[in-house]
């Protein structure tokens, strides 16, 4: 899997803040226009230490007291002698482990699942994160793997696990994440279900079991996922899709209506060229508003490029 990245728009809606973690381990940002006609304005080191964020993750951008907060796990002593363990914590503005003294093992990660997805309120100060973890419902019971929901309110954290997903709808260990915020009672979590290739939905709050997402069998196993919802209140989904006759990957999209439940496949968002990957990027959206017209910016690794770069890419298949 290619280092972690996410983006953001910037507090004046005029730059998409891209992160990512470079190869130094450093949490880097690079600010892309929201007007194409300016130039990107790229992270330079020069000479900066090394960072000490892991590389095999995801990380997730939300906004939280009007600020961008960027959240991922970083590896720290939790207790005692006991050795360093991977933690929820945030990145950005400031390096922050996400303990609870007197629950610490609430926002351990599991470290044999790099999922990870973060969400904000739109209407309090608050955000959710988003992890798996294999949890065994008691002596001699197979082991499930658990979404679990972590909220963010200051420095307090909250654990939910959501240990009611039926059997046939448990994530696959494989499965990466993706959260989108409907309102403040509903909140989304897409996924891969175990043994499977489509992604499904789980709707946190409307007391129904996860659904799948139609026309997204083909998706890569393992694939980024990555959703956004337009100033139109239309839903984008995206993945990597697998062709798995040529061994092509590429982004794929489907979308749903405002207010509309059902989700639709989308003609090509770009052209063959521009929307081929690597199998191992990450994935990231942004939606933005530029000279009255609305883009929803894709940031990936492209293939024929440089492996490590992530670039930003406008999906041209038409935004409402």
Request: proline share 8%; with cysteine; glycine share 8%.
């Amino acid at each position: 899997m290619a280092n972690p990245v996410t983006t953001i728009l910037s507090p004046k809606e005029d730059f998409v803040l891209l992160y990512y973690v470079d190869g130094d381990k450093r949490l880097a940002l690079k600010y892309v226009p929201v007007d194409t006609n300016k130039p990107v304005l790229e992270y330079s080191p020069y000479g900066n230490p090394a960072g000490q964020n892991i590389t095999n993750q995801s990380i997730a951008a939300v906004y939280l007291y009007g600020l961008p907060v960027v959240f991922g796990q970083l590896q720290v002593p939790v207790s005692g002698d006991v050795p360093a363990k991977r933690v929820l914590a945030q990145l950005s503005p400031v390096v922050q482990a996400l303990v609870d003294p007197a629950n610490p093992e609430d926002t351990l990660f599991d470290e044999r699942y790099s999922a990870f997805a973060a969400i904000n309120s739109r209407d309090q100060d608050m955000a959710w994160c988003y992890f798996l973890k294999s949890r065994s419902a008691g002596e001699g019971s197979p082991a499930k793997i658990t979404l679990q929901e972590v909220k963010i309110v200051g420095s307090k954290t909250e654990l939910i696990e959501y240990t009611d997903m039926p059997d046939d709808s448990q994530p696959d260990p494989v499965s990466r994440l993706a959260a989108l915020y409907v309102d403040q009672t509903h909140r989304e979590v897409y996924y891969q279900r175990k043994g499977g290739n489509s992604i499904y939905c789980y709707r946190i709050g409307s007391g129904s079991p996860p659904s799948v997402v139609p026309d997204t069998g083909h998706a890569m196993k393992g694939t980024p996922i990555s959703v956004t919802r337009s100033k139109g209140g239309t839903t984008y989904l995206y993945y990597v899709d697998k062709d798995e006759t040529e061994g092509k990957t590429k982004i794929g999209r489907v979308t749903r209506d405002n207010g509309e439940s059902k989700w639709k496949p989308s003609a090509g968002i770009m052209s063959e060229d521009e929307v081929g990957t690597i199998p191992e990027t990450q994935l990231a959206v942004t939606h933005v508003k530029c000279n009255d017209e609305l883009h929803n910016v894709l940031t990936f690794i492209p293939k024929g490029g440089n492996k490590k770069r992530y670039e930003p890419k406008r999906d041209r298949g038409g935004i409402a």
